[in-house]
């Protein structure tokens, strides 16, 4: 049986090269497979020559003139994302960790924005799965692959949790543990929903120059 | 002037169209086969990306006025594509060969299922991707299970006896070249000058089914408008419809058909400019996939006659007489506005009016789909859902407090005769050329 101090070794060695690994071959292979389909060049003569590319920036806000929807469905989303922005990206202990691997750093928010961040985004999170749980209409359109990506998105917030409470350093299991679950959310990455977070560029995109062709503003 | 008992004769013979069609007797694994070979043959990388973004939030439920109107989650625009997603899963899918393990085939009474959600339940209105924070195109995927659909023998009735009349017989509703000369004719013995079948022009002006039969009126004042701007113009009666029933029941061969038609008549006269009637599906299924069908770009501009007047009045050669200070709004017709770019024309001719123009809200782009575009307002089944809809346009409309709404799509205008009859709206519904014909300047 592992020792605490090996589980660690391996979570921060082979199993890290391994999962980073996996999530970037993954990565540029999902995206090569919806590249390699190809695609026909519209005929029709635009009627604007607009990229259209603003779209990709514009949809990051509600648009007006849709059915009121709960301020808390609204809200809710732009929470945990922007919450696992800085608790992913603001910890000064993450920015150590990704500087030993590629040598570049940047400033680390103070400790007690991350941790407001993590605890914001893990009840977010929580009202994200109520809501598919409970609505009618998220339930339906709902599968295990959505499922399954709240649960790797979970399971590093909560270890990490677990790590800033007690004597966290005496214990290399725990660090071990959401090493692990980090590497569990880099390996399903690729393959499941989580990839919106790179999809989202060129799908908007396409869009974007879909009605900018036509005239319209998207 | 509508003639009301032509409207009746109209509703009346929609609701027996479904007996002419001939049915495409198939077994099960035959109708999954062909579905499944359509859904294949039309996913390319810009699908494929669609397929993949969404992230199933269920904002584009808001967006749409079949779920809005019945609160049921079975219509919620991104599940529309579920049977093309799981097609993409196991056949093209970077993890086809893990998801086959998961996954289960479409099967064909999945496909009845799909026939009310994609035909009944969906305009194409594309309303949805504006809701949609990932950009997917809905709207082209709805038209996708359309055509696999179609190849299933799985077409609702209404549109496959129209879609067969066209393919066949190259008439529309009975209307053919004959009819089209009666009309001219009628026409004519009305004092306007109506250039049929010259053998070159530079405006090959179309037609449809809906103003030969019931809305004369458009035709009449589309007709007086080129005389007005006196263009060198033509009615053609080898290639005067507009509508493409191919297009709208999702078979691409009859789509193609009926468009090479128009292009090829086009041509034949050197048109430069081919002007679409008020008829909404036409001018995307001309401007904006004429090419593709054509295997070609087009050697000529296509308009809708709203963005041909809103053209001419902003460029100054076309003047319009005051209309009074009426209080009007306009419909976007979504094939004609988010789907095909008109917007800002038809206002320009509004304005040029001097009525009383009032913005619904929301407007242009965003504004609500009717209710019976993409040919629905055909399907007998869907006049319950059809009319629930039409609920939320009539709300819109009345708070704009216009005593008349102007539009310049056929099937939205019998949509909202169909909604006023049934409901004894007071709104008056408008066409923007007619408006435009009883009001031309100098």
New interface residues.
């Given amino acids: 049986m592992l020792r605490g101090m090996e589980l660690l070794e391996l979570a921060r060695g082979p199993l890290l090269t391994g999962s980073l690994t996996v999530f970037f071959a993954g990565l540029l ?2 995206f090569w ?3 390699r ?4 060049a ?4 635009p ?2 020559r607009a990229s259209g590319f603003s ?1 990709v920036f514009t ?2 806000l509600p ?5 009121a ?1 709960a301020t808390l469905a609204t809200v809710n ?1 732009y929470l945990y994302h922007l919450g696992l922005a800085v608790v992913a990206f603001g910890y000064a202990p993450h920015i150590a960790f990704v500087e030993r691997l590629i040598g570049a750093g940047w400033p680390a928010l103070p400790d007690w924005a991350v941790y407001l961040a993590a605890g914001v985004t893990i009840v977010s999170l929580c009202i994200a799965l109520l809501y598919r749980l409970t ?10 692959g ?1 499922y399954f990506a709240w649960v790797v998105t979970m399971l590093p917030l909560a270890t990490g949790m677990a790590l800033v409470t007690g004597d966290a350093a005496s214990d290399p299991v725990r660090l071990a543990v959401h090493l692990l679950s980090l590497e569990l959310l880099l390996v399903w990455f690729p ?1 499941g ?1 989580l ?2 977070a790179f ?2 560029f ?7 120059r ?2 900018a062709r ?5 | 002037m509508i003639d009301y008992d032509v409207f009746r004769q109209f509703g009346a013979a929609i609701s027996h169209l479904g007996e002419r069609a001939q049915k495409v007797e198939l077994d099960d694994t035959q109708r999954v086969a062909r579905a499944k070979a359509v859904m294949l043959a039309k996913i390319d990388r810009g699908m494929a990306l669609d397929l993949e973004a969404c992230v199933k939030c269920g904002y584009c439920a808001e967006a749409c006025h079949f779920h809005v109107a019945t609160n049921d989650p079975k219509y919620v625009p991104t599940r529309k594509l579920d049977l093309l997603r799981r097609v993409y899963g196991r056949e093209v899918s970077p993890l086809r060969f893990v998801r086959r393990l998961f996954e289960r085939e479409i099967s064909a009474d999945e496909l009845r299922e799909w026939q009310e959600l994609v035909y009944d339940a969906c305009t194409e209105c594309g309303r949805c991707s504006y809701a949609c924070p990932m950009g997917i195109n809905i709207a082209r995927g709805v038209n996708v299970m359309r055509e696999a659909l179609a190849a299933a023998g799985l077409v609702p009735d209404e549109l496959l006896a129209v879609e067969q009349e066209q393919e066949q017989r190259g008439s529309v509703f009975g209307v053919g070249a004959r009819e089209l000369q009666a009309a001219v004719a009628q026409l004519r013995a009305a004092g306007h000058d109506v250039p049929l079948d010259k053998p070159k022009a530079d405006v090959l002006v179309l037609t449809t089914v809906i103003d030969i039969l019931l809305f004369r009126d458009a035709l009449a004042a589309t007709v007086k408008l080129m005389n007005h701007l006196k263009l060198d113009w033509t009615l053609r009666s080898g290639g005067f419809e507009a509508a493409n029933f191919g297009l709208l029941s999702g078979v691409e061969d009859e789509q193609r058909k009926a468009t090479r038609n128009i292009v090829n008549e086009a041509i034949a006269i050197g048109a430069k400019t081919v002007i679409v009637p008020e008829c909404g599906h036409s001018y995307p299924a001309l401007r904006w996939e004429g090419a593709a069908m054509a295997g070609r770009a087009l050697p000529f501009e296509v308009l809708a006659i709203s963005e041909f007047i809103g053209r001419e009045v902003k460029a100054g050669r076309l003047k319009l007489k005051n209309a009074g200070d009426r209080k009007l709004t306009y419909h976007d017709a979504c094939k004609l506005g988010r789907h095909g770019g008109v917007l800002d024309e038809p206002r320009a001719a509004l304005r040029a009016l001097g009525v009383d123009f009032r913005e619904t809200d929301p407007k242009a782009e965003m504004n609500w789909c009717c209710g019976g575009g993409a040919g629905v307002f055909l399907l007998n089944r869907a006049a319950g859902l059809r009319s629930k809809a039409f609920e939320i346009k009539k709300a819109q409309i009345d708070a704009t407090g216009a005593e008349a709404v102007v539009m310049s799509c056929g099937s939205c205008r019998l949509n909202f005769m169909n909604g006023q009859a049934a409901t004894h709206w007071p709104v008056k519904i408008e066409s923007l050329v007619e408006l435009v014909g009883d009001n031309l300047a100098g």
């Fill in positions: 292979w999902r497979s919806i590249w389909l190809g695609a026909r519209p005929l029709a003569a009627r604007s779209t949809r990051m648009r007006r003139g849709f059915h929807s989303p609505d009618p209409v998220l339930r339906l359109i709902s599968g295990a959505d393959f929903k990839m919106h999809l989202v060129p799908a908007r995109a396409q869009l974007g879909f009605f036509r005239g319209v503003r998207a």
